[in-house]
């Protein structure tokens, strides 16, 4: 990441539809008229969901399109992301080739699809299904290209409510944390000279910021603290492999957090489902993005203390350090954490407990970054039992398509889904 910080995204989900062209363009060209697109950019973004959701009707079996809005700072847009349960696309180059279109739809193809949206990605399995998404932002004032010009943002989530439900209990937030001031950063170094050995054996830090307890060894700068937990320990979902040592885990809050920026990520999964579950994944999602703490504990304790009150949820907070090559993890409850690259996964563990009602002494977790990998995190509204070996190249796309498939091959709506994906960080 270095000094640059990265792409994140504020994004409100809207709606999804199935089976429903009509309704798809509808809502998109009011979603473009709320947020301030001219006249002609939301026909555009209208007919472009249009085409995608009338070909999901006509061709796809258990198609799906999600509507929402996505901000910056300064901007708002549109996206969409269409899901289908096959039959995939045989030849991808021949269907996106610009003016090819399948019977039935508006006759634009997804060629032009592609040519209207501002950031466009695919990924299909044959036979299996496909996942389609798109990106429009406003235009410049003579039309001519984009009023703001990003590249991939490095975390995207998608939830989706159970069957028959209009809110979502499940939620997932990410902020960067630019890192310590320079006077902390050199009263640490300052207080750190002499400590030694002993303290880093300790295991033990403060209930602040993470920040005292020193010494505990970044991994990509000489390994591990610990020799840790290995793959086939307590904790860790059935069908992973053994993976090798500089994946271990090591635990207890002697890990303080990095001087450098950092990526934040939370998931909830609000207890059971509908409005009381989705007030509980509202709430943490607030307190989250309001909380000053640093440490995943310390920001899990605040959610705890804002979710007091509402029925609870779990959680899981991860702390991603790219200068460090290291990940701080810590979750409550069945979220389901995976550090992934093209050779396998690697199960996060996580802790029993309902935060905003019985939490026991917290754990955080440390991993190596695997190279060119990904963070994928959900609740357990999708099966954790998934391989990236079965979705062949999928570790090549964005990371709204990496959750859009995950979602697509093991997701159930026989409860709320959430999936939030960071890759592109490290």
Known sequence: MGAMTPPLLESEDVAWFRDEPASARGAAAALGRRIGLDEQRSSEVALAASEVATNLGKHAVDGAILLRVIRT???????????????????????????????????????????????????????????????????????????????????????????????????????????????AVAARQSSAVGV????????????????????????????????????????????????????AATAGRSQRVGDDPAVLIMLCDGLGHGPLAAVAADTAVRAFRNGVGRHPEDILQEIHQALRGTRGAAVAVARIEPSAGRLLYCGVGNIVGALVDTEGRWGLLSQPGIVGLQMHRLRTFEYQLPPHGAL???????????????????????????????????????????????????
């Open 73 to 183: 700072e300064e901007h708002a847009g549109i996206e969409f992301l269409a899901i289908d349960h096959g039959p995939g696309m045989q030849d991808v180059a021949e269907s996106l080739r610009d003016g090819v279109s399948s019977a039935g739809s508006l006759g634009i193809g997804l060629g032009a699809v592609i040519r209207l949206a501002d950031a466009f990605d695919i990924h299909t399995l044959p036979t299996r299904g496909t996942v389609l998404w798109a990106r429009f932002w406003p235009r410049t004032h003579n039309g001519v290209g984009p009023a703001v010009v990003l590249s991939e943002p490095t975390v995207a989530g998608v939830t989706r409510p159970i069957t028959g439900e209009e809110v979502c209990g499940d939620s997932w937030a990410t902020r960067l944390d630019s890192g310590a001031p320079v006077g």
């Open 196 to 247: 030694g050995a002993a303290s880093a054996a300790s295991g033990s830090g403060s209930s602040g910021s993470g920040s005292s307890g020193s010494g505990a060894a970044i991994p990509g700068a000489g390994g591990l603290a610990a020799p840790g937990l290995t793959a086939s320990g307590p904790g860790t979902p059935a069908g992973l492999r053994r993976r090798s040592p500089q994946w």
């Open 376 to 426: 994928a995190m959900h609740s357990d509204g999708l099966s954790d039992r998934w391989s990236v070996q079965a979705l062949p190249g999928l570790l090549h796309h964005a990371p709204i398509v990496i959750a859009g498939q995950l979602l697509r091959e093991v997701g159930t709506r026989r409860d709320d889904a959430g999936i939030v994906v960071a890759k592109g960080l490290w």
